[in-house]
């Protein structure tokens, strides 16, 4: 590709709608129902996109944003290292200041397009001009005012006054028939050059319901519905014809029957523990479902080898629910993030979880608990993501083949004309009819 061809957009506007944990194994289903089986009449698409690792919402769609692998965009897990606090009451990565590359929307928004974002990841305080971010209330917020104060104000105020009803807090399925409507008025009004949506119902319905039951299926029609709508919103506002919509999931999940609780291993080989009434940490797991980072307290190499000491002894359990230990040697070929040399990769029917005031193993169907999580390697088998791209300037009903998470943002700056090929990945040139 020479660079002048970069300069000539493919079409006038991209919509990147994120489902968010869109995988192979709804594949066969959601091509089936009229709205995303229109766009792949009109489109090219795969079942072969490829994740990363670990592959957890926020270090994915931080990779599809800005074209670069984990090690080098700086957002490791959804969440900073916050040791000994509940989940619920941790912080996420919620600001844009994290990532420590460029971004498509930062590069489109600099060629002088306008850019809108509803609810997605890791966008709080960015370039964005009409920005809804994904932020969570914490304990005595409130939701509506923190959304504010990292977005833009008068258009957050506009969508919560106008559609705000919809809403109930974060639950589903509201919310995300909350972020449609959002982006129906949006393509209506502003006609942004790019749109990027994050939807998340599917994801919470496969945690709470495991990823084959019936709310999942039912998940994926409202998915259809919700998609239907934005179609129709890009023909009300009459840019049908020079805009391409882009489909896409971030990771699967699989069933999970035990939660490993791993800090268990270090409280037992004293590298966490109790000081003056408060907990202290020598190493510490920070969990992410189907991995975990092993965090060492910076030159503790005893407490390092005590450590994997502790993780080799419970593998050579053969119920035990580690997979795999990846050493730097091993994360370096994945592009996992520097944070640290050491992770921990979950069986399938295992995940991590790193609270202590449970038992070490808590076996979930004994207790008639349905749940699945996600976090694990890409390369897992039946893990990669769906991706559909469509439009008149796309390859018309094309099945392509496999593809990287880090080609998505080359290939958004391809359709909107930015040079945008200083990443890891690649532009996919087959999807565009005028390829040769
Ligand atoms: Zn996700």
Redesign the pocket.
């Known amino acids: 590709m020479d660079s002048k061809a970069a300069f000539t957009p493919k079409a006038k506007h991209l919509i990147v709608i994120?489902y968010?944990?869109f995988s192979e194994d709804n594949w066969d289903l959601a091509r089936r129902l009229p709205n995303l089986a229109t766009l792949m009449q009109s489109g090219a698409y795969s079942n072969r996109l490829r994740s990363v690792y670990p592959?957890?919402?926020y270090v994915?769609?931080t990779t599809t944003a800005t074209g670069v692998y984990p090690d080098k965009h700086g957002i490791h897990h959804n969440n900073p290292l916050q040791p000994f606090v509940a989940e619920e009451d941790q912080h996420w990565f919620w600001f844009r200041e994290a990532i420590k590359v460029p971004t498509i929307y930062d590069a489109v928004r600099k060629a002088g397009m306008n850019t809108a974002g509803i609810l997605w990841p890791v966008s709080g305080k960015s370039s964005i001009q009409y920005n809804i971010p994904e932020i969570r209330a914490l304990k005595g917020e409130n939701q509506a005012l923190k959304v504010l104060r990292s977005g833009s104000p008068l258009y957050c105020i506009q969508m919560e006054l106008r559609h705000g009803k919809i809403r109930q807090g974060i639950q589903q399925p509201y919310l995300d028939d909350f972020t449609t409507k959002c982006a129906v008025d949006t393509i209506k009004r502003k006609k942004p050059n790019l749109l990027m949506l994050h939807l998340?119902d599917l994801?919470d319905a496969k945690h709470q319901f495991g990823t084959d039951s019936e709310e999942v299926k039912q998940v994926i029609l409202r998915m259809d519905n919700r998609l239907g709508e934005i179609m129709q919103a890009v023909e009300a506002a009459g840019i049908k014809e020079d805009t391409v919509i882009m489909v896409l999931?971030?990771?699967g999940q699989f069933n999970v029957r035990y939660k490993v609780h791993l800090n268990k291993l270090l409280q037992d080989k004293g590298l966490i523990y109790e000081e003056n009434g408060e907990m202290n940490w020598r190493a510490y797991f920070q969990c992410g479902g189907g991995s975990a980072y092993l965090h060492i307290r910076p030159g503790d190499a005893e407490a390092e080898q005590l450590a994997l000491e502790a993780v080799k002894a419970y593998m050579e359990d053969a119920a035990s629910g580690v997979d795999a230990v990846y050493t730097r040697d091993m994360l370096d070929p994945l592009h996992a993030s520097p944070v640290t040399g050491v992770m921990l990769e979950a069986k399938k029917g295992y995940s991590f979880d790193e609270s202590l005031d449970q038992p070490f193993i808590v076996d979930l169907a004994a207790h008639g608990i349905r749940y699945a999580t996600?976090g694990y390697s890409p390369d897992k088998s039946g893990y990669r993501c769906n991706i559909v791209v469509s439009g008149r300037q796309i390859r018309q009903d094309f099945a392509f083949g496999e593809l990287e998470m880090v080609d998505i943002a080359p290939t958004m700056g391809r359709i909107l004309g930015v040079a945008f090929g200083h990443g890891d990945g690649r532009v996919l040139e087959e999807i565009f009819a005028d390829a040769e």
Do not use: N, Q, Y
Request: glycine residues 8%; hydrophobic residues 30%; proline residues 0%.
């Open positions: 994120s968010d944990a592959t957890l919402t994915v769609h998340i994801d999931g971030d990771h996600h």
